[in-house]
C-alpha cells in the first residue's frame, strides 16, 4: 500500500472545486478543504458574499467528510492586490484582479500555508488546467510502490514545470494562472484537467452535492457583486471630472466623473444622443475621455503593444526567443478570446513588442497579455503600452496623400540619348 500523501484542496463554495476536492478523495489523498477570506465586502443588498461562499465550502466538505478550514487574508488582499487596482485605474488603466489573486494569495500565501503550515504534501484547485507533470509517479496513486521520505521533499528540481490548457476548450482557465511562480505550480494539481464542466455537474449531482449545483458562476471582478462599477470605485478614489471628446472632430461630447470609472471599448453614456457612442481613448493628464461612434469604430482596432517585464511560467523565456529574439506564438488579453497568431520581440528589460497577424478591438492597458505555443500557456506580461490604432494610421496616410498631392509629381529621369 503506498504512502497516503496529503493534499489541501482550495474551496470556494462553488461546484468546481467542490468537484476537484471530490476527485483527490476516490483517488486515495487525504484530503482537507481551505476556504479563503480574501476581502470585507457587502453587496448593494448589505450581504457579505463571501459568508454564503464560505458555508458553502463548508457544507460541501461535510458531504464529502473531509476537514474543513478556513483563512483570513484580507489584509494581504488588501496590500498586494487591491492596492495594487486602485493605483492601476488612477494611472488610466484596467487591472486583471482575477490573475493578481491567484499569482499573490492562492499560489503565493496559500501556497504556504498548506506546505508549511497545514504541513500538507500538494495543494489542489479547482481550475480547469493541466500540469506537464500530472501523469508523473508522483502525482499517480494507483499502481505506485510503496515511498520513503515526505511526498513535498520528492519534488526534484529537473525539467521546469509546463502549464497546458485544460480538456475543456471553453472552461481552460490558464489564463488566469499565467502570473503564478514556477514553485507554486510544482506543488499544485488540477483534478479536472481531463474533465468538461458538463461531466463535472453530473459527478456533483451523483454525490449529492446539490447546494452548489444551482449557484451561478461568478463573472466579472468577484468582490464587486452586484454593484455598478462606477459606483464601487469612487467610493475608493476621489471624483475627477473631465470631457468625453469626439475622436473624430474634438467636439465635447459630454463629462464623466472620472476616467478611472470607464474601460476601452464600453459604451459611454451620453444623453441626448440616438446612437451609443463607445470609449475609444484616455488622456490621463487632461481628463480627457476620447469616444467614437459605432461599436466597432477604427481607433478601437489596434495591432501592436509592448508590456511590462514578462512573465514567463518556466521561468526562463523559450530557447527560440532567446536565440532569435523574436517567435511566433498565440495571444489572448480576455479570458475565452478566440487565440490571435502573433509575433513577439524580446527586449533587453524582459518586456515584450507583441505584433498581432491582425487588428484586435479595445486591447487594454493594465490587462495582461498572454501567449500560448502549441496548447501551451507561456506565461503573461502586463499590457503597458498600445502601438498606433487604425484610425490614427489612416489619418496618417490621409495626411500624407493630402501633401503628396500639394508637391506635384515627381520629374521622372531625364532622356537618354541613342
Given at each position: 500500500m503506498g504512502v497516503i500523501r496529503h493534499v489541501v484542496c482550495a474551496m470556494s463554495g462553488g461546484v468546481d472545486s467542490s468537484v476537484a476536492a471530490l476527485l483527490l478523495k476516490r483517488m486515495g489523498y487525504h484530503v482537507s478543504g481551505v476556504f479563503m477570506k480574501n476581502l470585507d465586502s457587502l453587496d448593494e443588498k448589505g450581504v457579505c458574499t463571501s459568508d454564503k461562499d464560505c458555508e458553502d465550502a463548508y457544507l460541501s466538505c461535510q458531504v464529502l467528510g473531509i476537514p474543513f478550514h478556513q483563512v483570513p487574508y484580507v489584509k494581504e488582499y488588501w496590500n498586494e492586490v487591491f492596492s495594487d487596482l486602485l493605483s492601476e485605474y488612477e494611472k488610466g488603466r484596467t487591472p486583471n484582479p482575477d490573475i493578481l489573486c491567484n499569482k499573490h494569495i492562492k499560489f503565493k500565501h496559500f501556497c504556504k500555508h498548506a506546505l508549511n503550515t497545514l504541513d500538507d504534501d500538494a495543494m489542489a484547485t479547482g481550475h480547469y488546467a493541466r500540469t506537464s507533470q500530472e501523469d508523473e509517479e508522483m502525482f499517480r496513486q494507483k499502481n505506485v510502490a510503496p515511498l520513503t521520505g515526505r511526498f513535498k521533499d520528492r519534488f526534484e528540481v529537473r525539467n521546469p514545470v509546463r502549464l497546458h490548457q485544460g480538456a475543456d476548450p471553453f472552461k481552460d482557465q490558464t489564463f488566469f494562472l499565467s502570473q503564478i511562480s514556477q514553485e507554486a505550480l510544482r506543488h499544485t494539481m488540477f483534478p479536472l484537467a481531463g474533465l468538461t464542466k458538463d461531466f463535472v455537474k453530473k459527478m456533483a449531482a451523483q454525490a449529492g452535492l446539490h447546494h452548489v449545483l444551482t449557484k451561478k458562476e461568478s463573472m466579472g471582478i468577484c468582490f464587486i457583486g452586484e454593484r455598478n462599477f462606477e459606483d464601487f470605485i469612487l467610493e475608493y478614489l476621489e471624483p475627477q471630472p473631465g470631457d468625453l471628446v469626439s475622436v473624430?472632430?474634438?467636439?465635447?461630447?459630454?463629462?464623466?466623473?472620472?476616467?478611472?470609472?470607464?474601460?476601452?471599448?464600453?459604451?459611454?453614456?451620453?444623453?441626448?444622443?440616438?446612437?451609443?457612442?463607445?470609449?475609444?481613448?484616455?488622456?490621463?493628464?487632461?481628463?480627457?475621455?476620447?469616444?467614437?461612434?459605432?461599436?466597432?469604430?477604427?481607433?478601437?482596432?489596434?495591432?501592436?503593444?509592448?508590456?511590462?517585464?514578462?512573465?514567463?511560467?518556466?521561468?526562463?523565456?523559450?530557447?527560440?526567443?532567446?536565440?532569435?529574439?523574436?517567435?511566433?506564438?498565440?495571444?489572448?488579453?480576455?479570458?475565452?478570446?478566440?487565440?490571435?497568431?502573433?509575433?513577439?520581440?524580446?527586449?533587453?528589460?524582459?518586456?515584450?513588442?507583441?505584433?498581432?497577424?491582425?487588428?484586435?478591438?479595445?486591447?487594454?492597458?493594465?490587462?495582461?497579455?498572454?501567449?500560448?505555443?502549441?496548447?501551451?500557456?507561456?506565461?503573461?506580461?502586463?499590457?503597458?503600452?498600445?502601438?498606433?490604432?487604425?484610425?490614427?494610421?489612416?489619418?496618417?496616410?490621409?495626411?500624407?496623400?493630402?501633401?503628396?498631392?500639394?508637391?506635384?509629381?515627381?520629374?521622372?529621369?531625364?532622356?537618354?540619348?541613342?
Open positions: 473624430e472632430d474634438g467636439a465635447v461630447m459630454g463629462r464623466h466623473r472620472g476616467w478611472f470609472t470607464l474601460t476601452l471599448g464600453q459604451r459611454a453614456r451620453i444623453g441626448g444622443l440616438k446612437d451609443p457612442w463607445f470609449v475609444v481613448d484616455k488622456d490621463v493628464t487632461t481628463g480627457e475621455v476620447f469616444v467614437g461612434p459605432t461599436t466597432n469604430h477604427p481607433a478601437l482596432f489596434r495591432d501592436t503593444l509592448q508590456t511590462g517585464r514578462f512573465h514567463w511560467i518556466t521561468v526562463d523565456p523559450p530557447p527560440v526567443l532567446v536565440k532569435t529574439q523574436m517567435m511566433d506564438c498565440h495571444f489572448r488579453f480576455i479570458h475565452q478570446m478566440p487565440l490571435t497568431p502573433c509575433t513577439v520581440t524580446l527586449n533587453m528589460d524582459g518586456s515584450l513588442w507583441i505584433t498581432l497577424s491582425q487588428p484586435i478591438r479595445a486591447i487594454t492597458p493594465g490587462q495582461f497579455a498572454v501567449l500560448y505555443r502549441g496548447g501551451e500557456c507561456l506565461g503573461s506580461g502586463r499590457i503597458l503600452r498600445l502601438g498606433p490604432s487604425q484610425h490614427t494610421l489612416q489619418l496618417g496616410r490621409e495626411r500624407m496623400a493630402a501633401a503628396a498631392s500639394l508637391v506635384g509629381p515627381r520629374p521622372g529621369p531625364p532622356d537618354q540619348a541613342s
